[in-house]
């Protein structure tokens, strides 16, 4: 049980202290209270544990665009506690698997291994758990990992952040020799470099990495974590295709058309910026629930023609990423993939690159944490100690949270990290 003053986000964008309480235990479940009353209640399967620290990232600074509940004590690239001073890693998706408790055998995503598309979890520090901004998290109790020594306290602020990237650089389909590139080089467009050489590191595969971005000081650091060429996107001819597969990491809705003009193959859409993009409404909740769009060339051609989703328009994939619940047949969740068939319609938004030019979509979010830690860890990926000496140019107490949003939304900004009383993270630098 703990007591303890949080920052939350509102609707209004606004970053404002409230007073949370938690009560209950792991076997029991649990209640958090806001300001004396009932905020959420919490089945069993979760512990407590003292925050460290945790980044700041994009998702963090748009959390009032997302489809969630608010007010939201937020914070996801969280590291906690033990007693004994030993630091943990936190995974974010609370699903039957991660609480450990008997609904994992009948659910089928659990079942399945697909725990971060349980129908039933809470996400920490986005949907209802408080997150690693508050001092106290209730999390589940087979979400935390033991970090290594090869793993300094500064390092591990970025497994959450690189295991989303390492998931999306193994979600694509990578040929020998092709050309990946990144648009988009700041908080998560760095991590997707870094992911994907450290990728190129463990699997020796040969393919060059382009990294793409407006400020020159991101493309050098974007040199620095692995990329072979880093170029301007001011300097780049939209009439031009860049690479085979684009990875879309901006947060910005504008930003996609440019990525599809420079793929030849495949757009991998990594930023949900809550708004519409590309001309459907709901492309966030298509990156959430990890889905696909993709030509259809010939019916006969999808693997279960019976089962397959079918979409002519941009309201038809709209209905199809967030269908009606009284009309919901479940292909998308069962296949992940939204077929768009050409019937000579209208090509507007996102319809035009995938029907005149056969271009996929498809997206990716969270990942686990354990390759993430296995390779940041890794001595040959030499990233335990350069996105720490590299990215972390900020860091501020939990006290000055408005502070720390601010700084990271400025364009210059990299990684801002939030400390809790009593965190050790090494040598003190300036915030």
């Known amino acids: 049980m703990a007591d303890f003053t949080a920052f939350e986000v509102r609707a209004d964008g606004s970053i404002q202290p409230a007073a949370y309480a938690t009560r209950g235990s792991t076997g029991s479940g649990w209640e958090i ?27 963090d600074l748009a959390r009032r665009f997302l489809p969630f509940p608010l007010p939201q004590v937020a914070g996801h690239e969280a590291i906690a506690r033990e007693e004994d001073g030993r630091l943990l890693a936190v995974e974010i998706n609370a699903s039957h698997a991660a609480r450990g408790i008997p609904e994992a055998k009948t659910c089928p995503f659990c079942g399945a291994g697909l725990e971060r598309h349980c129908p039933d979890r809470l996400v920490l520090g986005i949907h209802d758990l ?13 979400a935390v990992h033991l970090l290594p020594p090869a793993l300094p306290p500064l390092a591990a602020t970025f497994v959450e952040p690189f295991a989303a990237a390492l998931h999306g650089v193994r979600t694509i389909a990578p040929r020998a020799g092709d050309t990946i590139a990144v648009l988009g080089v700041r908080k998560l467009g760095l991590m997707l470099v870094a992911a994907l050489s450290a990728e190129r ?79 459907l409404r709901h492309l966030t909740e298509f990156v959430v629930d990890e889905l696909s769009l993709v030509p259809l060339r010939d019916r006969s051609s999808t693997p279960s023609a019976s089962a397959a989703v079918v979409a002519r328009t941009l309201e038809d994939i709209d209905r199809a990423i967030r ?94 990290v939030v400390e809790h009383e009593g965190a050790r993270l090494g040598e003190e630098r300036g915030a």
């Open 33 to 59: 209270l806001r300001e004396g009353k009932v905020h959420v209640r919490l089945g069993p399967g979760y512990r407590l544990v003292r925050s460290n620290h945790c980044g700041v990232c994009s998702t």
């Open 130 to 142: 408080p997150g690693g901004f508050a001092p106290w998290m209730l999390v589940p109790v087979r």
């Open 201 to 279: 590191t463990r699997t020796t595969a040969p393919r060059a990495i382009l990294a793409i971005g407006k400020h020159p000081g991101h493309l050098r650091l974007a040199k620095a974590l692995g990329a072979d060429r880093a170029v301007l996107v001011s300097t780049l001819d939209p009439g031009r295709t860049e690479a085979e597969v684009v990875f879309e990491a901006t947060g910005k809705p504008d930003s996609l058309p440019l990525a599809a003009a420079l793929a030849r193959r495949e757009v991998h859409v990594k930023s949900t910026t809550g708004r519409e993009t590309f001309g």
């Open 323 to 416: 269908p009606d619940p009284k009309r919901e047949t479940g292909a998308v969740r069962a296949t992940g993939t939204i077929y768009v068939e050409d019937v000579r319609q209208e090509r507007a938004g996102i319809l035009e690159p995938i029907l005149g030019r056969g271009l996929r979509f498809t997206s990716s979010r969270c990942g686990d944490f354990a390759p993430a830690i296995e390779l940041l860890a890794d001595p040959r990926t030499r990233l335990a100690s350069s996105l720490p000496d590299l990215l972390v140019r900020d860091r501020f107490p939990a006290s000055r949270l408005p502070e720390a949003f601010a700084r990271a939304a400025e364009p210059t900004s990299l990684k801002v």
